[in-house]
């Protein structure tokens, strides 16, 4: 693998090399103005595709596999769509001798939990609930069914109410910013991180584009019900090519450059 941007280029020797640039740069004071960093993590065809038969893993490479575990690695919490967890089949992170080390050294809770924001539909059964290290966090709105929100606290999830009617994202990463989870590994679906982009909450992008194509209707990184008002910005942070063809892409929100 080697960094192609920033200049110099150069190779990327180690796992070392990639914490560095993979890393959520939050201000150590808690009050600091980046106060937490939401992170997209994506991967996608070259032709623009992020699924194979419903699902992302067959177009994950070797390279985008190690990026992909940075984003949790090194996070204090996963966010991620309902349908995406129901989708994936997402159980609870259990870091293996690597990672949980990797998190020692970067003064990080043994096991970051997940986040699923849900508008109530969420079974109380899912595997994103019951298949946990630590209790997952349930985000939600208040109007959500009362009898579901038993259900999900008698699974042993945590609730957290975020908006009345349905669910205010940027109540919700302050609340959980509040709770110390400041470090936000986001991987998707593409309804939340359309959400999330009319809600001018995402820091990154952190994307790989797979040497490979698939045509058909797949689905893209970010979808919504209407368009933005105006493109956000983005700056490339950093480049990587694998031998493998891999691109490895960090775009950073430009008002936060």
Do not use: K
Request: with cysteine.
């Amino acid at each position: 693998m080697h960094q192609v941007w920033p200049l110099p280029a150069r190779p990327v020797e180690d796992d070392a090399d990639l914490e560095t640039l993979y890393r959520y740069p939050v201000d150590e004071d808690p009050g600091g103005s980046r106060r937490s960093w939401l992170a997209v993590n994506f991967v996608s065809s070259l032709d623009g595709g992020i699924e194979i038969e419903g699902r992302s893993r067959g177009l994950s490479t070797p390279a985008d596999r190690r990026v992909f575990a940075l984003g949790h690695d090194l996070a204090d919490v996963v966010l991620l769509g309902s349908g995406t967890a129901l989708a994936e089949a997402y159980p609870g992170l259990r870091p293996d001798a690597a990672a949980a080390d990797r998190r020692r050294r970067h003064g990080l809770a043994d096991v970051p939990p997940l986040a699923v924001v849900t508008s109530g539909s969420f079974p109380a059964d899912a595997t994103s609930i019951v298949d946990v290290a630590v209790p997952t966090i349930v985000v939600t709105a208040a109007a959500a069914p009362a009898d579901q929100q038993a259900a999900w606290r008698d699974a042993g999830a945590r609730v957290l109410i975020a908006g009345n009617e349905a669910v205010d994202l940027a109540s919700a990463v302050r609340q959980l910013a509040d709770d110390g989870y400041r470090r936000i590994d986001c991987e998707g679906g593409p309804g939340l991180v359309g959400t999330l982009l009319h809600a001018d909450l995402v820091d990154e992008m952190r994307l790989t584009i797979a040497p490979l194509a698939v045509a058909g209707r797949a689905g893209r990184v970010a979808t919504s019900a209407d368009p933005l008002e105006a493109p956000r910005g983005f700056t490339v942070a950093s480049l990587l090519v694998d031998d493998d063809g891999s691109l490895l892409i960090r775009y950073v929100r430009e008002a936060l450059e």
